[in-house]
């Protein structure tokens, strides 16, 4: 069983036509690792134009979606629609969409069933705040927010997990190696326990906060850790060496 290395670029509201399209383009002509899979999540104005731009080895996300295929829900963008401009993925549960927007693990686990079931794969996304690791809650949060997703997926192949914990997330603070391992393992084991053995084992879990080209090398040896979902470092060139970080 191997679980193909998976590398996200979340660029939150990040960017311009202009610049993007001339980030991608850098990125077209990079020497990419071919066995790990590259998923860029691109703010919705946008979705269509990155997606031509883009070679098509790289596939394109959306960094959310409403839980209804269509009607009146002002500012809200559907499964539906993603695909239309030809995303592949929908990231789901940022920790900015959960403490920002408010969202609730219960909106969040619909949004997820309607994507699987609209055919986008989801990287959906846990974690824990600064208060909930000191106050000893880690596993607690991660397992409740896992649980929420897990009763809405029926078929886990086009299911990604991506821990970040939200204290990591644009702090410069990147999780330890061991850190992130510890509760990837413990995520893993939470699959075995309540959803399956083989989920367990097929399911990618990937890191995300404060990744950058510094620290990936050392975090992608970590056996539970199977790729990352990145922000700030995946508008900047050094995202290709994230790409390859897996040797
Ligand atoms: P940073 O890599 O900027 O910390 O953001 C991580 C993140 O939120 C990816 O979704």
């Known amino acids: 069983m191997t679980r193909k290395f998976f590398v996200g670029g979340n660029w939150k509201m990040n960017g311009n036509r202009k610049a993007l399209t001339e980030l991608v383009c850098s990125i077209n002509k990079a020497k990419i690792n071919d066995q790990t899979e590259v ?41 539906a629609m993603i695909k239309d401009c030809g995303g592949k993925w929908v990231i789901l549960g940022h ?13 969040i686990g619909q949004k997820v069933a309607h994507a699987l079931e609209a ?12 208060d909930e690791r000191e106050g000893g809650c880690t596993e607690e949060v991660v397992f409740a927010q896992t649980k929420v997703i897990a009763e809405n997926v029926k078929n886990w192949e086009k299911v990604v997990l991506a821990y970040e914990p939200v204290w990591a997330i644009g702090t410069g603070k990147t999780a330890t190696p061991q850190q992130a391992q510890e509760i990837h393992e413990k995520i893993r084991k939470w699959l075995k326990d309540h959803v399956s053995e083989d989920v367990s084992k097929c399911c990618r879990i990937i890191y995300g906060g404060s990744v950058t080209a510094g620290t990936c090398a050392e975090l992608a040896c970590m056996g539970d850790v199977d790729g990352f979902l990145v922000g700030g470092a995946s508008l900047k060139p050094e995202f290709v060496d994230i790409i390859n970080a897996k040797q």
Do not use: M, W
């Open 39 to 79: 998923v860029f999540g691109v703010p919705a104005p946008y979705l269509e134009c990155i997606r031509k731009a883009l070679d098509s080895k790289f596939e394109v996300a959306a960094q959310n979606c409403y839980k209804v295929e269509k009607g009146a829900f002002t500012g809200e963008i559907s499964p």
């Open 95 to 107: 920790s900015e969409r959960r403490h920002v927007f408010g969202e609730c693990d219960e909106l």
């Open 119 to 130: 055919g986008l794969g989801v990287i959906a996304c846990i974690g824990e705040k600064l």
